[in-house]
């Protein structure tokens, strides 16, 4: 089954009871057992749900592995990944993430002993020289958020496997239809499903697949346990999102190419951010292991101008100023304020998170909009 027939029917199958096309949301906590313990297959929502069931069939699917997870958010998700860890253990980590998850990270896991590794990881060399005996987990964003910066994933999953070491790689900027990181050798794929799966803005949900059925064993039990969990309405919301997944993302490739080459010749703009760009220092690898670029652009005003990235902020009328992405609508976020302020200013610059970047999602909207927004606001 090709991926675009996968979105709407990978994982799935019509209601037993009546046939419904769509899987019903199961709006119930618990579910009748006709004796201890003799029950359909579901017995409390928190462990099963049929509507989360299907949706969890169609993670899976979609990313080509075999075991799904859905969580009320997707820090929830990566939270659970690092449950797998201990104190003592060691993790080395892009330096370039979303600062929700460097703040988990530094300000809840440190505590629990566990030791973390920012670091560049365009340099295999680097990663591996900074794996010890007591490193289990490699975390990568591809492409980061918000640099827009691409890693090897096929080079970095050899280290693992060399060092018998987890890799955990967040898609969320990319999504399936662009790239299937467990294919390439990871062992984890982590989604913010609020993001392009989603893809409406209306729901907040993460997601986790692998292929391993052990370490899948291992990620439910903390599933169950700690609780976690999405409720039926949102993943009802979120396996519709994911129907259409493929039609909004070549849209949103289309129109991120075009927002991508006006702010490149603009006079105003200092720098873009875009994998598509052959200038690009990883363009090759985003060519290998991507099948398009993606709706994610990045940009800073001529001179670091802070006041000037504000005031393009301010005065965009169809992109919206707002935190998140991947919605169908284009939003504008100021990252150093706003997905990233819980980054120190000083950790935030060394990868070019500087004052005056701008990052843009760039939704399915007529291109032309788009660009006659950004003319007015940059001037």
């Keep these: 089954m090709k991926f675009n027939t996968k979105t709407i029917h990978g994982g799935q199958q019509h209601d037993p009871a009546y046939g419904s096309v769509m899987p019903p949301i199961y709006q119930t906590t618990t579910y009748a057992q006709s004796t201890p313990g003799g029950h359909k297959g579901y017995e409390y929502s928190r462990t099963h749900n049929p509507t989360r069931h299907a ?18 958010s997707g820090l929830a998700a990566v939270d659970a990944v690092l449950k797998l860890l201990q104190p003592g253990d060691e993790v080395v980590s892009t330096n370039d993430l979303y600062g929700g998850t460097y703040r988990l990270f530094t300000k809840i896991y440190e505590d629990f002993g566990i030791k973390f590794h920012f670091i560049g990881m365009d340099n295999s060399d680097r990663i591996e020289s900074y794996i010890t005996p007591d490193t289990k987990l490699i975390w990568a964003e591809t492409p980061t958020n918000p640099m827009m910066n691409i890693i090897d994933i096929v080079s970095v999953s050899k280290i693992a496997k060399k060092h018998n070491v987890l890799l955990a790689v967040d898609n969320t900027f990319a999504t399936p239809y662009l790239q299937r990181p467990l294919d390439l050798g990871a062992d984890i794929v982590m989604h ?27 990620l439910y039990f903390i599933q ?16 519709r999102g994911i129907k259409t997944l493929h039609i909004r993302m070549q849209r949103h490739c289309e129109n991120g190419k075009v927002v991508a080459e006006y702010l490149a010749n603009h006079p105003k703009i200092e ?20 099948s398009d670029f993606g709706g994610m652009v990045s940009f800073t005003t001529k001179g670091n101008d802070y006041k000037e990235a504000i005031k393009i902020v301010e005065n965009l009328k169809i992109f919206t100023l707002a935190e998140s992405l991947g919605g169908v609508e284009s939003l504008a976020g100021h990252p150093a304020s706003m997905t990233h302020a819980s980054i120190p200013k000083e950790e935030r610059e060394k990868t070019g998170v500087v004052d005056s970047l701008i990052r843009l999602s760039v939704g399915i909207e007529d291109k032309d909009d788009l660009i006659a927004d950004l003319k007015q606001a940059i001037g």
């Design 55 to 72: 949706l969890e069939n169609a993670f899976a699917s979609i990313e080509n592995g075999n075991h799904g997870l859905a969580f009320g």
């Design 192 to 218: 913010s499903a609020t993001k392009y799966l989603g893809g409406h803005s209306d729901v907040v949900m993460g997601a986790l697949v692998v292929k391993n059925r052990d370490l899948a064993e291992r």
């Design 224 to 239: 169950n346990a700690s609780g976690a969990i999405c409720g039926p309405q949102d993943a009802f919301l979120v396996l």
């Design 271 to 290: 720098n873009v951010y875009w994998p598509g760009f052959e200038s690009h220092p990883k363009h090759d690898i985003a060519k290998s292991q991507m």
